[in-house]
């Protein structure tokens, strides 16, 4: 199985730009569909974006669509999130996760097989 570990979380200003990473350890990465998730007090975990196993589709929660990319590098085992623009309603723990079904891009947590332990993203409004 994949471990996952996410970093790059922190306090940012409304407006401003972070870029999360997550470093997956125990398997080639290139075998897994990625995605990144979101919680937020008192919510159920959403969708945010998720990448293909190549790199070569993206998709993207409609709230932040524009405004974050995700990307990854399979030759580091590593993938990211850029985020920009961001507004108080960003505000969440991220959680990057791996998906090792054949499926190209997925949207919903149960699509997803392993999970890492997530990073706080706080954006000051």
């Known amino acids: 199985q994949v471990q996952l570990v996410e970093s790059g979380g922190e306090l940012v200003q409304a407006g401003g730009s972070l870029r999360l990473s997550c470093a997956a350890s125990g398997r080639t990465l290139s075998n897994y569909g990625m995605g990144w998730f979101r919680q937020a007090p008192g919510k159920e975990r959403e969708f945010v974006a998720a990448?293909?196993?190549?790199?070569?589709?993206?998709n993207y929660a409609d709230s932040v669509k524009g405004r974050f990319t995700i990307s990854r590098d399979n030759f580091k085992n590593m993938v990211y999130l850029q985020m920009n623009s961001l507004k108080p309603e960003d505000t969440a723990v991220y959680y990057c996760?791996?998906?090792?079904?054949?499926?190209?891009?997925?949207?919903?947590?149960?699509?997803?097989?392993?999970w890492g332990q997530g990073t706080q993203v706080t954006v000051s409004s």
């Open positions: 990448i293909s196993r190549n790199g070569g589709r993206t």
């Open positions: 996760a791996a998906d090792k079904s054949f499926r190209v891009v997925g949207r919903f947590v149960n699509e997803y097989d392993y």
